[in-house]
């Protein structure tokens, strides 16, 4: 056996492997897998791997959200719109997002890792809530004690943007914040 002291291995893999839900609804485990991304299928491909390879070791796969907190840089940016006092909203319909904090989604796992019921499962870890995502920029801009107006941008408008972080991806330390898969 590859590892015969494991108990349980946990992959922590991203709701992009699910692709996005029913509007204003958070996904179930039991709704069928549609990933729309690169990311998304390449996060699904390595849930399938580790279904196909694991053998008898018992595994978890824990599907997380939009994470916000300590350390982490995309919602951060958002923090950075809001204190500059405008956030573009994209397109003319509201997008829903759930998401988690992040410590609480660390203490998930150690919980769903040590639970012997969830060998063999997988699990959505969010709040309760599910946000638009104008209902998001207004919650952060409240926490920071200024909501910044949100206009509503045109589609093309971050699609032209999207493309120049795509382009300008390899030139990149990080990711941009905005790309074409994104």
């Keep these: 056996e590859a590892a015969p002291g494991l108990k349980r291995f946990v992959l922590v893999s991203s709701i992009a492997a699910a692709g996005p839900g029913v509007r204003g609804a958070p996904r179930r485990e039991t709704d069928p897998c549609e990933p729309v991304t690169p990311y ?17 070791i018992p595994w978890t ?6 994470v916000y907190g300590p350390r982490e840089r995309d919602v951060l940016t958002l923090f950075k719109l809001c204190r500059r006092g405008v956030v573009p909203i994209v397109g003319w319909r509201d997008k829903h997002y759930s998401v988690v904090y992040g410590p609480d989604l660390a203490r998930a796992i150690v919980e769903l890792a ?5 060998s063999g499962r997988v699990f959505y870890v969010a709040e309760r809530n599910v946000y638009s995502y104008m209902e998001f920029v207004g919650a952060i801009g409240r926490a920071m004690g200024r909501v910044p107006p949100r206009p509503r941008v045109p589609p093309l408008v971050p699609r032209i943007i999207a493309l120049c972080g795509s382009l300008t991806q390899p030139f990149r330390r990080r990711p941009p914040l905005v790309s074409l898969s994104k």
Excluded at 40 to 56: C, P, T
Excluded at 61 to 66: G, K
Aim: charged share 30%.
């Design 40 to 56: 998304g299928v390449s996060k699904l491909e390595g849930e399938e791997a580790l279904r196909a390879e694991a053998g008898s």
């Design 61 to 66: 796969i824990v599907r997380p959200p939009v």
């Design 114 to 118: 040590l639970e012997p019921r969830a």
